[in-house]
């Protein structure tokens, strides 16, 4: 018959094998090097982090919005005033996440642009029943003299004018001369293209570039 082992033996004998197959503990390491080692991995974290800065970002490019006027008709607008108009989209755009079709109607204004012309000042796009505001510029207008102006109508006016009074003058100081009428047509023609008013002139079919702000 076996020994029977009291429990307290058992017991005992339980722990010594414990610790033969216990692994020993490593010993800690002073808090110096605790410390250095933190300083190096936040050092490293920060390194990851300006590494990171550094890449290259794409930033969105500004959209330019290819427009019209909405009138039917030809303006001749002076340079030194405002004029409320509508343009129109001629195709059709994102603008800061809102698509404009083509026809979206662009409410605005033209306003002097120094001595140069005009500009377009865009506040509001109309994209069906709802209004949604735009910041958008125009290149400068240029001015030109005023077609109506210098038309073949208006210069034969103005040479007739100008021959009126070569054959007035003719009248007054002696017989008519065929050179001197002429030479007053002439007249007549140049101060009709000096007087000439200078306008912008914007066509329904003129393309009007509108950059977005």
């Given at each position: ?91 059709g755009i994102t603008v800061n996440g809102l698509y404009l079709p083509a026809g979206t109607v662009i409410q605005g204004r033209y306003e002097p642009a120094g001595d140069d012309g005009l500009q377009y000042i865009a506040d509001t ?89």
């Open positions: 018959m076996a020994a029977i082992t009291s429990p307290i033996k058992a017991f005992q004998n339980y722990r010594t094998k414990m610790k033969v197959l216990q692994i020993p503990t490593l010993p800690r390491p002073p808090l110096a090097q605790m410390l250095a080692w933190t300083a190096g991995i936040a050092v490293l974290i920060g390194t990851t982090s300006v590494r990171a800065q550094s890449y290259p970002t794409l930033m969105a490019q500004s959209a330019t919005i290819e427009a019209s006027s909405a009138q039917e008709d030809t303006l001749y607008l002076n340079e030194d005033r405002n004029y409320s108009y509508n343009l129109e989209v001629e195709r796009a109309i994209v069906g029943n709802r209004a949604y505001n735009l910041q958008a510029t125009s290149r400068v207008l240029d001015d030109q003299k005023d077609p109506r102006d210098t038309s073949i109508g208006s210069i034969g006016g103005d040479a007739a004018i100008g021959a009126a009074g070569g054959a007035a003058l003719s009248e007054i100081f002696g017989d008519i001369d065929v050179i001197e009428v002429l030479g007053g047509a002439a007249a007549g023609v140049a101060v009709g293209n000096l007087m000439a008013d200078r306008v912008v002139v914007v066509r329904p079919d003129d393309l009007i570039l509108l950059d977005v702000r």
